[in-house]
Nanobody, 127 residues
Framework: QVQLVESGGGSVQAGGSLSLSCSVS????????MAWFRQAPGKEREGVAT???????TYADPVKGRFTISLDNTKNTLYLLMNSLKPEDTAMYSC?????????????????????WGQGTQVTVSS
């Protein structure tokens, strides 16, 4: 069982930055796929970014060039640095994880099936 705990959400004006963290109760040097998802009110949950244990990343088109996902294996912590925030980035952000070689190999923002989820942290961007 992997436990995930997010922190770092909040409110910011458009153009500002926020950094989210996700504490992982697993060894992230082992094969693993970590992801950030978001869900806005009335919308489907969407993948934002993924990273595996060897640092390969994928991003959803709306956040490319603005968001950066990273994984600190020494702290077993996942991060999401969000720059140039827009009102449409407002959502509940959650981290997710899948363990194993296949999960790490096929770690992609298009995959929505994750075994472990955090409780989420709210990000609100005002115009």
């Amino acid at each position: 069982q992997v436990q995930l705990v997010e922190s770092g959400g909040g409110s910011v004006q458009a153009g500002g930055s926020l950094s989210l963290s996700c504490s992982v109760s697993a060894n992230t040097t082992s094969p693993i796929c970590m992801a950030w998802f978001r869900q806005a009110p009335g919308k489907e949950r969407e993948g934002v970014a993924t990273i595996n244990n060897i640092g390969r990343t994928t991003y959803a088109d709306p956040v490319k060039g603005r968001f950066t996902i990273s994984l600190d294996n020494t702290k077993n912590t996942l991060y999401l640095l969000m720059n140039s925030l827009k009102p449409e980035d407002t959502a509940m952000y959650s981290c997710a994880a899948n363990q194993g070689l296949l999960a790490a190999r096929f770690c992609s923002v298009t995959n929505r099936n994750y075994a472990y989820w955090g409780q989420g942290t709210q990000v609100t961007v005002s115009s």
